[in-house]
């Protein structure tokens, strides 16, 4: 799978929809619930399977058991729990070594865009960049400073 095009807010919103929905919901009929096309919502879908929180079977998707004890699950305990999951993909999990391996534990913008464009060949390694910081930053992994621009794993990370 490409990695989604998909916040983590968007991701949990998703989850939140099937979860009013009793934990499992058609998929067409979700997009049709937020107003958009199957292919708009896809990214959310994708992101929350990537993640773990929902499986998509037969044109349903349906909440994980994780996905549960994220959304019973309060403030703190649910950025413990997005924390996990998005240190657990692969993509990610790359990237915090990579910065590991450095002595400052960062590298350039440039230098991160090279390593995402090592994994998804595309021309959109930009919009890809975008949600990797989104999501790092939620989880509270991996800073990014505009000025600079530079992606730098967070002190408790190291």
Known sequence: MIFPKATISEIIGLLEAVNDSGGIEDVARLAADFDLEIDEILPSIDGAELLGLAVVREGNIELTTDARKLLDAGIRDRKKIIKDKVA????????????????EYKISKEEALR???KKISTMDIDSYFRIIINWTRYAGLIGYNSDSEEICLLQKER
């Open 88 to 103: 657990s993909v692969d993509m990610i999990r790359e990237l915090i070594d990579r910065l590991r391996s450095e002595e």
């Open 115 to 117: 390593f995402i464009q």
